[in-house]
């Protein structure tokens, strides 16, 4: 067993016994070695159930939304990409950072295909770090976006048949934006279908109109997770388009990443009086 | 009978002219689903459980109901679509699944008429499992990787093609159309087990429902995203809503898949939710599955294939579901 899930063990027992959180968010076994599940650990004696291996592929802090009134401290184990998408949440006023309890877990990469190009694998916050930090991986821009890069390549026309083609495989399962932390609205424009902005049927215009929403409604706030391509049943690319958004923000204003503070405002969000607006 | 390797082509090159062949086909290096054969390739009889099961063919994800006018004449026009259409290489579960699907629409009060068609004119060939996936469970729910005795006709695994079983009147026909290409002899390859195995039972079938107020359910929902994935690879859930697209005095009534997962599944005209949470979304899946429906068709709802095994974001479990609810309420085999 190794030190580290010794320590979370060790340290998820005494928050529980103390009192201090009622329930910690982390990862436990399934039936499958290569596999495992998010676990709501509510007594010192299942703190024993927690993991931490390269499997612990699920982010984590999606679930504080659950319950986005609680009584009582909620300790989630944060990775880096956990830890971004806490702030992400706390940021978009969804969750107080003083109700929770961040037990950061510095992390070597995962079983995912995310891991080869994230940038913090170190939890940007924590109230207690089990381990010493991990070295940073150097990951060029040109990696980071390699993918969007790509497709810019492609003329107007290739571009559209390649969506379309990627798009007309989509199941509106939503899973996308049911395991993605800036997906946070406590009712989805989805969801509200009578009112017609979203229709329920299968076919090129409605799975475009959720694919381009979704794009936009996350694009600037896009912590670089992965959770939305890993989920997806389809195996859609969609991280893709929130990383088209956030290439053009960093083409025009820098190096622009979300998550790294719980009090950035969001660059598509912003709005002042003395923008420019020539293109009016 | 036996149709030898060779002989698959010409197969269903005689098939073809009966309808168009929908053969397990891999859309791209993630998805595979059941799609039209290409004429002249020989289909991926390997693909242990598309990710896509085949009730699409008979339920589709999306269908048109009526075209209908409301601006001068109104008008009223059911929308009748039946191609003729042949599954070809259906696994035993999914093949077992279109027989809860016809319990479903076909019933003795009930017959769904877009069903029916469609249904009259598929031909279901399935073919046995000669190895099983990593989530498959058919064999602790009442099935075997070797029969599929609701498919029109069985192709079983031989060393060198596969011994055809007519099992239907369909079947016999495809089986006389195949006469010239088959030939005696061939030997059945032995049934592989699943290696996924779980509890099932009769028993717990029966207690479950009597648990519905049980912590249990609390205990295995909180991983869970709500998202559609289990329900819209599930091959059984059959599940779905009716909307209409109107374009200003005339339109399309259609139905589509809906998910008890979803919110918005049993969410009422005022706003009230009988289904706050995902805890009464969760029970509901398990205990359609598992429970409500043998009560009322008298077989279990799930066929394990795994799908949604293989496939949930959080790495739910039915199967540790299955084990956890036997070992607790004392029903295990
Ligand atoms: S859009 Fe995808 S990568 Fe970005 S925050 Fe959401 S789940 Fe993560
Ligand atoms: S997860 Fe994939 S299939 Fe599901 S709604 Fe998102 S893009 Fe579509
Ligand atoms: S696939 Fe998993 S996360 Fe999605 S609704 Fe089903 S059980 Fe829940
Ligand atoms: S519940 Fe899961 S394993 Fe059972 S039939 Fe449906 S998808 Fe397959
Ligand atoms: S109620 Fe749920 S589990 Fe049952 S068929 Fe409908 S979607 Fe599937």
């Not at chain 1, 010794?6 to 070695?33: M, N, Q, Y």
């Not at chain 1, 877990?105 to 190009?117: N, Q, R, V, W």
């Not at chain 2, 398990?286 to 799930?302: D, M, N, S």
């Amino acid at each position: 067993m190794s030190d580290i899930q010794s320590a979370l063990r060790e340290t998820a027992k005494k928050l529980l016994t103390e009192g201090t959180v009622t329930c910690v968010i982390g990862w436990g076994e399934t039936r499958f070695p290569d596999k495992t599940t998010p676990i709501f650990v509510k007594t010192p004696e299942d703190a024993e159930k927690l993991v931490w291996n390269a499997h612990c592929v699920c982010g984590l802090a999606k679930y504080m939304l659950d319950n986005r009134c609680p009584e009582g401290k909620l300790a989630i184990c944060v990775r880096g990409c956990d830890s971004r998408a806490v702030n992400r949440i706390v940021e978009d006023k969804q969750y107080k950072r003083e109700d929770l309890y961040l037990i950061g877990l510095p992390c070597e990469g995962k079983d995912a295909p995310i891991c080869a190009t994230c940038t913090h694998r170190n939890p940007v916050v924590y109230d207690v770090l089990l381990g010493g930090p991990v070295p940073e991986i150097e990951v060029s821009q040109e990696d980071r976006f390699q993918a969007v890069t790509a497709l810019e390549g492609l003329t107007p026309a290739e571009q559209y048949d390649y969506w379309q083609k990627q798009f007309s495989k989509c199941i509106h399962c939503y899973a996308c934006r049911n395991a993605c932390p800036a997906c946070n609205c406590t009712e989805c424009y989805a969801d509200q279908y009578r009112v017609g902005w979203q229709g329920k049927q299968i076919d090129k215009a409605e799975n475009q109109v959720y694919g381009l929403t979704r794009a936009f409604h996350v694009g600037d706030r896009c912590i670089e997770c992965g959770e939305c391509e890993r989920v997806c049943p389809m195996g859609l690319p969609i991280m893709s388009q929130t990383r088209k958004i956030l290439k053009d923000i960093n083409d025009l204003w820098g190096n622009y990443e979300c998550g790294l503070t719980d009090s950035r405002p969001h660059i598509l969000g912003e709005f002042d009086l003395s923008d420019r607006d020539d293109f009016m | 009978m036996q149709l030898k390797r060779e002989n698959l082509i010409p197969a269903l090159r005689l098939l073809a002219a009966q309808g168009e062949i929908l053969v397990p086909t891999a859309v791209d290096e993630k998805v595979s689903k059941f799609a039209p054969w290409d004429g002249s390739s020989a289909p991926d009889l390997a693909l242990v459980n598309t990710t896509l099961p085949p009730k699409d063919t008979l339920f589709p994800h999306q269908e048109g109901m009526y075209r209908y006018k409301t601006a001068g004449e109104p008008s009223l026009e059911e929308i009748v679509e039946a191609p003729a259409r042949i599954l070809f290489g259906v696994r035993p579960c999914d093949a077992r699944s279109i027989d809860c699907m016809d319990k479903v629409f076909l019933g003795d009060k009930y017959e769904d008429a877009f069903y029916a068609r469609r249904r009259a004119n598929v031909t279901v060939i399935a073919h046995t499992c000669a190895q099983t996936g990593p989530t498959c469970f058919c064999d602790s729910m009442g099935l075997s990787p070797a029969e599929a005795p609701s498919a029109d006709l069985l192709l079983s695994d031989t060393e060198t093609g596969w011994l055809v079983t007519a099992q239907t009147e369909k079947g016999e026909a495809v089986a006389a159309l195949w006469k010239d290409l088959t030939a005696e002899g061939g030997e059945a390859a032995p049934a592989p087990a699943c290696t996924l195995k779980t509890n099932m039972s009769d028993a717990l079938a029966g207690t479950l429902v009597s648990r519905f107020e049980d912590p249990i359910w609390d205990e295995v929902c909180h991983a869970c995203l709500g998202c559609g994935t289990c329900t819209y690879l599930c091959p059984t859930c059959y599940c779905f809503d009716i909307n209409h697209e109107d374009h200003g005095g005339e339109g399309t009534q259609f139905r589509c898949w809906d998910s008890c997962m979803f919110s918005d599944y049993t969410r009422m005209a005022g706003g009230h939710n009988p289904r706050p949470s995902k805890k009464e979304r969760l029970r509901n899946r398990y205990l359609h599955k598992l429970a409500y429906f043998k009560e009322r068709y008298g077989q279990i709802l799930c066929v394990g294939c795994g799908r949604c095994v293989g496939h949930c974001p959080s790495h739910l479990d039915i199967t540790a579901f299955i084990d956890k609810a036997a070992e607790r309420f004392g029903e295990g085999k």
